[in-house]
T-cell receptor, first 116, second 108 residues
């Protein structure tokens, strides 16, 4: 258990409304990520964070913003939701692998968002 | 553009058989490679990290060929519980690039 929770787990909203998804980790890992998963596509990176207040864009960042005011929480905000943002959103943390220079990513349970 | 390509399947395989998946990646700068398993409507779960020297974990063997930009996964003595979608993944600290997944169905 990587100690990652996401909230809400399901949400239905209307076009044009703001939506914030929360990712919470119980450990103090530095790197956190937001991905979306859609049929016909692999998971795609939206934004990531490499520390408190340090974030960067991923492949599909348009229409999304993020914030990380404390290590354990990474928020994803859709300022004005559109139907194209209907998706499953996964948060991930990067965990150093013991006795290795590799990091491995572990995923939260996901949030199913429907924008009508 | 970073891409990971894999055969979507489905692979229909009898229980007990050996099955092999392959994938190719386009970004030679990718530092790490992984196989994830994803069950329907669940999050991806890390199956194995993939090293240049190859690695084995029980019935699962993964290989990485950096020269050919090719990754493989071998599952021996397949079980019904191995039915899932297998995701080939590459990347580094700035995020992972996922293949679209290979769907595996183990038949009794």
């Amino acid at each position: 258990d990587a100690g990652i929770t996401q909230s809400p787990r399901h949400k239905v909203t209307e076009t044009g409304t703001p939506v914030t998804l929360r990712c919470h980790q119980t450990e103090n890992h530095r790197y956190m990520y937001w991905y979306r998963q859609d049929p016909g596509h692999g998971l795609r990176l939206i934004h990531y964070s490499y520390g408190v207040k340090d974030t960067d864009k991923g492949e599909v960042s348009d229409g999304y913003s993020v914030s990380r005011s404390k290590t354990e929480d990474f928020l994803l905000t859709l300022e004005s939701a559109t139907s194209s943002q209907t998706s499953v959103y996964f948060c991930a943390i990067s965990v150093p692998r013991a006795r290795s220079s590799y990091n491995e990513q572990f995923f939260g349970p996901g949030t199913r968002l429907t924008v009508l | 553009r970073k891409e990971v390509e894999q055969d979507p399947g489905p692979f229909n395989v009898p229980e007990g058989a050996t099955v092999a998946f392959n994938c190719t990646y386009s970004n030679s700068a990718s530092q790490s490679f992984f196989w994830y398993r994803q069950d329907c409507r669940k999050e991806p779960k890390l199956l194995m990290s993939v090293y240049s020297s190859g690695n084995e974990d029980g019935r699962f063997t993964a290989q990485l060929n950096r020269a050919s930009q090719y990754i493989s996964l071998l599952i021996r003595d397949s079980k019904l519980s191995d039915s899932a979608t297998y995701l080939c993944v590459g990347g580094g600290a700035d995020g992972l690039t996922f293949g679209k997944g290979t769907h595996l169905i183990i038949q009794p």
